[in-house]
């Protein structure tokens, strides 16, 4: 403790300066010493002190709280004057803190927005606290600290969080968009297809019975198709909206694999072995989804080979319900069988490299798995599993 400090009582411990020998600074008053650490402290944090006696209103500030408003040191406070220089939000969030800290005796913290004397904006950290004497409430002290930087900081990061769930969005909606196109353009294929068989029907002498008929039913189930395909992409981004129900895949796969061979140039053989009894829980457009996109896929690897052959089998291995697509396609190379699964990923000439990604997500949004291999034969093997009902 020092007691060379003038009629001083403040306390002064020796090792607060590390040299308590130090002579020039042993002769300094303490409260001199005291009040040059405190406006050093102050400039580099730049804040300042403030206290306003409650009875008169008369404020009183530190060099700090001046320096953060630019208004001369020492001037004249006017406490009317100086809440015009809050921003209106700010004046009036403060006003109601103040009024309730004063009648609880409590204190209170909040950023304030002001513009200084020389017009440029501050943000600035307020805090206070209410002093009582005898139950009643005389006087407000308090801090004030320049956090405009701080805050700059602040808005920075919210304004690129707020791009990047734009940019997120955006992605999200363009994913949607292309798997729309994909998914769209196999029905709309059909459809097309179907109306130009038709048409060649019609030009004959003698229409064959049925053939309008059975022609505008496919071409209504391709459109229906096309409905349910949008009705469920809907649906994929909220978990609550997707399909599940206790399926036998097989009448879908059927149906699927046959949707996927319209358009298929004559010589192709399509084998089906589907073995029967298993029950699946799942969205029956969506596992459509994945069988078009597989079977349609071997339809375009085999094209231009000798033999075209697929073959599409179903059976139950263990717990789960198993799919193969094979084809007698030139097959996979093999540093490509984990990347076709990546979106984006193709090597077809007008291809969106999109069906096998989609598919992937629908088998494990399901549960399930899908992987690709080649057959020892040559040809590619596509093969989803799923959990059984
Ligand atoms: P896309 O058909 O638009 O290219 P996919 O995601 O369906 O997109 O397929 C990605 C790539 O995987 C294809 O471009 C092709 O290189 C390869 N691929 C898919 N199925 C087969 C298959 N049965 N045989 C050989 N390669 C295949």
Known sequence: MRSDDEGQSLPVPAAAYGHSD????QQEPAAERYKKMYDRASAL???????CDLATEELTWTDGVYDLFELPRGCALDRSEIVTFYDEDSRRQMERKRAAAIASGGSFSLDVKIRTAKGNARWIRLTADVETENGRSVRIFGTKQDITEAKAAQEKVQALQGELIHAGRASA????????????NQPLAAIANYAASMRRVLTKPVVPPGAVENGLKAIEDCAFRASAIIRSLRALPSDAGWLRECLDPTAVIREAASIALSGASKGLVLKMQLGDGATILADPVQIQQVVIN????????????????IIVSTGVAGTAFELRVDDSGPGIPPDRLQSVFDALVSTKRSGMGLGLSISRTIVEAHGGRI???????????????????
Do not use: Q, Y
């Not at 130090?22 to 600074?25: K, L, M």
């Not at 944090?45 to 206290?51: K, M, Q, S």
């Not at 909606?173 to 769209?184: D, K, N, P, Q, R």
């Open 173 to 184: 909606m363009g994913a949607m968009a292309s798997t729309l196109a994909h998914e769209l």
């Open 45 to 51: 944090a730049r804040i300042g002190v403030w206290e």
């Open 294 to 309: 597989l079977v349609r896929n071997a339809v375009e690897a085999v094209e231009g080979e000798d033999r075209r052959e």
């Open 22 to 25: 130090e002579a020039p600074r």
């Open 371 to 389: 992987s690709a291999g080649n057959l020892p034969g040559g040809g590619a093997s596509f093969r989803v599993t799923l959990p059984l009902a």
